[in-house]
């Protein structure tokens, strides 16, 4: 599904960003969204997502830290970052995508620097 990532930035250690997401979404039967980013030089990985019965599934580094949630319209999706480390620079993707199948498709994301 396209979608368009925005909100990164540069920040120090300690502050806070809020990432958003717009998604060409038609149809939200069996639709997971998450967020995953790639740090410089790595793989991406999976950030948090929501499943198919609504719950969100955190990363353990994470945890406590972002918050995903989704706005009034179904295909807005946030994550506030907060007490950002440096360890969380990276580029930030959101993906909506068939539960079954998991994330084929993604944008270009957002850039996210946090310097100490």
């Known amino acids: 599904v396209p979608v368009v990532e925005s909100g990164g930035g540069s920040v120090q250690a300690g502050g806070s960003l809020r990432l958003s997401c717009v998604a060409s979404v038609e149809t939200y039967a069996s639709v997971c969204m998450g967020w995953f980013r790639r740090p410089p030089g790595g793989k991406r990985e999976r950030v948090v997502t929501?499943?198919?019965?609504?719950?969100?599934d955190y990363v353990p580094s994470v945890k406590g830290r972002f918050t995903i949630s989704q706005g009034d319209a179904k295909n807005t999706l946030y994550l506030q970052m907060d007490s950002l480390a440096t360890e969380d620079t990276a580029t930030y993707y959101c993906?909506?995508?068939?539960?079954?199948?998991?994330?084929?498709?993604w944008g270009q994301g957002t850039e996210v620097s946090v310097s100490s």
């Open positions: 929501i499943q198919r019965d609504g719950t969100a």
């Open positions: 993906a909506y995508y068939d539960c079954d199948t998991g994330p084929t498709t």
